[in-house]
């Protein structure tokens, strides 16, 4: 979907407040004036916030299908950042994954949206779109199945998509991954047939200035291993790579719109699989940093491969801040649901602008306490630490585990595993399917940061 200005729509979209019987996001058409007319329910008018916007305006595209518009004017909206708001709606509302239909076409049905010329909106709408684009790749690469999307080809994406916006994309294999020392990463990864990647994308946008470092879970795919999943509960394992599309997407915005800024982009990518070389609940196995772990379950391995891509990272990357997205637990869905993403750190700074960012992008993010302990629960009899703490808390724990293998950095840890995925409907303003969720917020962190 693009936007013009001073061009003519073949249809209007005209806000409706305080109208008991259009609630807010619904739609009716009014064929009484010149021009086709979508009334739209909004709500309080003086209530009217981006958030608000955004979702009702999910719902027009398919109304445009149905009564065959493919262009819009919005009769009734002047502010640069509700209008921006509202082109982002239109643009969820009009996305569809294709990659496995025959019918590409119902892909992008809504072709226009066309505006009055006004102070700051251009600029505000040109960044928006370039959020939508690179939520789209985000989108992309974790609707699509292990049998494509698996680490080399999530590799290969990645530079095909981002080297061209001027990111340096480097990419290891398993030998240098062993020879780096990243042995816990390696070993959730043993079980897979493909080999694990390791995928650093540089952006400099600041000269000798510091990198930051966003670091994304890359499970490509998580049967849980010998900690084996359901049925039900592997169906969506494809998504497990949410938190490193969310980082790739957000390199890609940050580059795209020449943000100045240094940010390094992470992804340790693998797959959790059962073969004979798989390890096994109740192995000890060793880390990055050195640390030893008891592996309580195979199906706890993101937290693995994080560990080793936080300690790496700091390492080697030297970085000023550090910001991991992860599907990380089960848990934050029954904590936060499928609204708000749960967050934890070491560093009441990266925190705050962390959830300032949340704030700015309308993604919700929740601060988790991080008292000392809950540090108990992961303590292991035989190794240094042990890969689960129990139900109690499983978030929290889960990202202060992750912590253990942070030295000296500022570092916040976001877990994504209710917000990046819907597995049978849409929920405005997110498509059916991958939400794209964190591209915004991260995006909003690093520019302001
Ligand atoms: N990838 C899952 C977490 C997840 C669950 C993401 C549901 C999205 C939806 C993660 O690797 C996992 O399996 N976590 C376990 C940890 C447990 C074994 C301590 C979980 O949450 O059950
Ligand atoms: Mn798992
Ligand atoms: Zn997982």
């Not at 292990?146 to 290891?172: H, M, N, R, S």
């Not at 560093?347 to 929740?366: C, F, R, T, Y």
Request: charged share 25%.
């Amino acid at each position: 979907m693009k936007f013009e200005f001073n061009q003519e729509a073949n249809a209007i979209v005209k806000l409706v407040f305080d109208d008991e019987n259009l609630k807010p996001g619904t739609v009716r058409l009014d064929t009484a004036g010149d021009k086709p007319t979508l009334l739209l329910g909004l709500g309080k008018q003086d209530e009217l916030k981006t958030a608000s916007v955004r979702k009702a305006f999910f719902a027009i595209p398919g109304e445009t299908i149905k009564y065959g518009f493919d262009s819009l004017t919005i009769d009734g909206l002047n502010d640069p950042a509700l209008l921006a708001a509202a082109f982002e709606g239109l643009w969820m509302g009009n996305y569809v994954f294709t990659r496995y239909k025959q019918d590409k076409q119902a892909d992008r049905r809504l072709k226009t949206l066309c505006l009055v010329q006004a102070e700051g909106l251009e600029e505000k709408l040109t960044e928006s779109r370039v959020l939508m684009e690179s939520a789209d790749f985000a989108r992309y690469l974790v609707n699509s199945r292990p049998i494509d999307l698996y680490p080399e080809t999530l590799a290969q994406l990645t530079k095909q998509e981002l080297e061209p916006f001027g990111v340096e994309v480097e990419v290891y294999g398993k030998n240098k991954a062993q020879e780096l020392g990243l042995t816990a990463f390696l070993t959730v990864s043993e079980g897979s047939d493909k080999e694990p990647q390791v995928i650093i994308a540089k952006y400099n946008g600041a000269g000798d200035e510091p990198y930051g470092a966003l670091i994304g879970k890359g499970l490509t795919y998580d049967s849980g291993g010998y900690g084996i999943k359901s049925t039900e509960g592997m169906v969506t394992m494809h998504s497990d790579m949410a938190g490193s599309a969310s980082v790739l997407g957000a390199i890609r915005a940050i580059a795209a719109n020449k943000v100045n800024k240094n940010v390094y982009g992470v992804v340790l990518a693998c797959e959790n699989m059962i073969d004979g070389s798989a390890y096994k609940n109740g192995d000890i196995i060793s880390s990055h940093l050195g640390k030893t772990i008891e592996i309580d379950s195979t199906d706890a391995e993101g937290r693995l491969t994080l560990a080793d891509a936080l300690s790496y990272t700091e390492e080697a990357l030297k970085p000023s801040y550090m910001v991991d997205v992860a599907t990380l637990t089960g848990a934050v869905v029954i904590a936060l649901g499928d609204v708000a993403a749960g967050a934890v750190g070491n560093n009441d700074q990266l925190m705050k602008d962390v959830l300032s960012a949340a704030d700015l992008s309308d993604e919700p993010i929740w601060e988790l306490p991080n008292y000392d302990e809950y540090k108990e629960q992961y303590k292991s009899t035989f190794a240094d630490l042990k890969n689960t703490g129990g139900r109690a808390a499983g978030s929290i724990t889960a990202g202060l585990f992750l912590g253990e293998f942070v030295q000296d950095t500022p570092w916040a840890h976001l877990d994504v595993a209710g917000v990046t995925y819907r597995a049978d409907k849409a929920k405005p303003p997110h498509p059916v399917g991958a939400s794209g969720f964190g591209v915004k917020a991260l995006y909003q962190l690093v520019k302001n940061r």
